[in-house]
C-alpha cells in the first residue's frame, strides 16, 4: 500500500460518480491521486439514488405494462408483486456496481482511504483525525444530503434511503415536497399498490420546469391517481406505533409512511472548511467560479456540493473539466445551460434548453410549437394517457432554444435531441429531417404550424 505521508498530487474527498470520475482521470494523466471515502464507492447516485430508484420505476412500470396487455392478446393471471424479491435483487445489483467503482479505482492506480476526511490545511487532509493525507491538491466532491429542517417532526418521515430499503409496499404513503425525488417516488409507489398524496406550497409540482409541462405532468399523475396537495401550508409531522400524520393547514392525514423530499444540502459538515476559510454560498454550499476553484488555492469542488446542478453527469463533467485543466493545461468549463434532464415519473418528463418563461425574458420574439396524442401503443389498448411536446424557437434567428416532451421514451429522445440543441439546431433544420415511422420521436420533426407567438412587453 502507498505511503500516506507521501504527497500525492490530487486527493480526492467523496467516492460518488464525480469524486471517482476526477481521481480516474486525474491519475489517466499521470497524476499520483488519493481518494478518501466514509461509506460505499458509488455515492448516492450508484447506491442510493438515480440507479436503485430507476430500477424500482420499473418494477412499477411492469405494473401497468400487464394492464394494458389484454387487448394486444395477452392473458396475464394472477400477476403480483413482492417488494421484498425487488429488495433483495437490486442488493445484490448495487453490490455488484459497487464492485465495479472498486476494481476501476484500483486498475486506474488510485489509492483509496475509508473514514471521514477533515481538511486541517488546504494540502493536508486528516482520515478519521488520525491518518494524514499530503497533497498538490485538493477535490472536495461530497455531494448532499436530504434536508431535516423543513417542518417540525420531520425526522418521523423517511428519506429516499429509507423508502428504497422497504420491504413492503406503504399502503398510504404521504410525500412531502415536489421536485424530482419527490414525484418520482410518489408516480413510482402509486405504481407499485400505494395511495399517494404529495404536499407542495407552490401551486405547481416541479418548480423550475416549463410552466405548461408542469402543468400537465400534474394533470397526468392526477389522472393516475395520485393526490396532488398544491399551496398547502405544512405545519409538522408526527407519528405514533405505525402510523405518521402530516398536518397541513387547519386539516390532518394519517399514513402509514411519509416521505421527506423537501430538498437536499450539501454535504460540508465536518470537512474543516470554516476553519480553512473556504467560502460558502448562502445556501451552504461551497462557493465556486467556473473553474470549479474554491476561495482558497489548491482547494476545489464539483458536483452537488456546490449545488450549481445537482445531476449525477454534470457532477462528473465539472470533475474532468477540472481535472484536465489542472493536469493538461486547458482552460475547460461546463456549459450549464444546455444540460438535459429528465424526471423519471409515469409518464416521464424531459427537458433540454429553455423554458418558455426563461426564453421570454431573454429573447424579444418567440414561435412556439406545441402538440398532444395518444401514442399508437396506448390508443390501441384504449388508454388515455396522453404525449406532449413543446419546441420554443427564436424568431429572429429561427435556434431552437428549448424543447419539452412528456410521456413515455421521453429520457431517451430528449438525450439524443440535446446534441442538436447544443450544436445550435434550428428550427429548419428539424423540418429538413425525414420522419422514422412510426415513432413518437417523428412529431418533434412534424411540427409545422406555430401553435402561439410571444412577444415580449
Known amino acids: 500500500m502507498t505511503d500516506a505521508s507521501v504527497p500525492f498530487d490530487l486527493v480526492v474527498i467523496g467516492g460518488g460518480s464525480g ?6 482521470r486525474a491519475a489517466a494523466h499521470g497524476a499520483k491521486v488519493a481518494l478518501v471515502e466514509r461509506d460505499r464507492l458509488g455515492g448516492t447516485c450508484v447506491i442510493r439514488g438515480c440507479v436503485p430508484k430507476k430500477l424500482m ?3 412499477a412500470k411492469f405494473g401497468r405494462e400487464l394492464a394494458e396487455a389484454g387487448p394486444y392478446g395477452w392473458t396475464v393471471d394472477n400477476a403480483r408483486f413482492s417488494l421484498a424479491t425487488w429488495q433483495a435483487n437490486k442488493r445484490v445489483e448495487i453490490d455488484r456496481l459497487e464492485g465495479i467503482y472498486s476494481r476501476m479505482l484500483e486498475n486506474s492506480g488510485v489509492t483509496v482511504f475509508r473514514g471521514n476526511a477533515t481538511l486541517s490545511d488546504s494540502q493536508t487532509v486528516m482520515v478519521d483525525g488520525v491518518t494524514p493525507i499530503h497533497g498538490k491538491r485538493v477535490l472536495i466532491a461530497t455531494g448532499a444530503r436530504a434536508n431535516r429542517h423543513a417542518v417540525p417532526g420531520i425526522e418521523h418521515a423517511m428519506t429516499s434511503d429509507d423508502l428504497l430499503d422497504l420491504s413492503e409496499v406503504p399502503k398510504r404513503l404521504g410525500v412531502l415536497g415536489a421536485g424530482y425525488i419527490a414525484l418520482e417516488f410518489a408516480s413510482i409507489m402509486q405504481g407499485l399498490g400505494s395511495s399517494v398524496t404529495v404536499f407542495y406550497r407552490d401551486h405547481l409540482p416541479l418548480r423550475g420546469f416549463d410552466e405548461g409541462m408542469r402543468a400537465k405532468l400534474a394533470d397526468a ?4 391517481g395520485i393526490r396532488l396537495m398544491g399551496r398547502s401550508s405544512m405545519r409538522s409531522v408526527e407519528a405514533s406505533g405505525d402510523t405518521t400524520w402530516v398536518f397541513a393547514g387547519d386539516e390532518s392525514f394519517e399514513f402509514d409512511a411519509v416521505l421527506n423530499a423537501t430538498g437536499r444540502s ?5 470537512l474543516g472548511l470554516e476553519k480553512l476559510g473556504v467560502t460558502l454560498a448562502p445556501d451552504g454550499a461551497i462557493a465556486v467560479n467556473e473553474w470549479s476553484e474554491t476561495s482558497v488555492a489548491n482547494v476545489y469542488a464539483v458536483g452537488d456540493v456546490t449545488n450549481r446542478m445537482a445531476l449525477t453527469p454534470v457532477a462528473i463533467a465539472e470533475g474532468r473539466a477540472l481535472v484536465d485543466n489542472l493536469f493538461t493545461g486547458t482552460r475547460r468549463t461546463v456549459n450549464h445551460a444546455s444540460v438535459a434532464t429528465a424526471t423519471f415519473t409515469m409518464p416521464p418528463l424531459s427537458t433540454v434548453g429553455l423554458t418558455e418563461e426563461a426564453a421570454a425574458a431573454q429573447y424579444p420574439n418567440l414561435r412556439i410549437y406545441e402538440t398532444e396524442f395518444r401514442p399508437m401503443k396506448v390508443a390501441f389498448a384504449g388508454g388515455t394517457s396522453k404525449t406532449a411536446i413543446k419546441v420554443i424557437v ?4 429561427d435556434r431552437v432554444l428549448g424543447v419539452h416532451m412528456l410521456g413515455d421514451d421521453s429520457p431517451e429522445i430528449i438525450q439524443a435531441l440535446a446534441v442538436a440543441v447544443t450544436m445550435g439546431a434550428t428550427k429548419a433544420d428539424l423540418d429538413q429531417t425525414i420522419a422514422v415511422h412510426p415513432t413518437t420521436a417523428e412529431e418533434l420533426v412534424l411540427l409545422r404550424e406555430v401553435s402561439r407567438r410571444v412577444t415580449r412587453g
Request: hydrophobic residues 40%; charged residues 15%; aromatic residues 4%.
Open 57 to 59: 420505476m420499473y418494477a
Open 221 to 224: 399523475l392526477t389522472a393516475q
Open 266 to 270: 450539501p454535504n460540508v459538515q465536518g
Open 394 to 397: 427564436d424568431d429572429a434567428s
Open 19 to 24: 469524486g471517482v470520475a476526477s481521481a480516474r
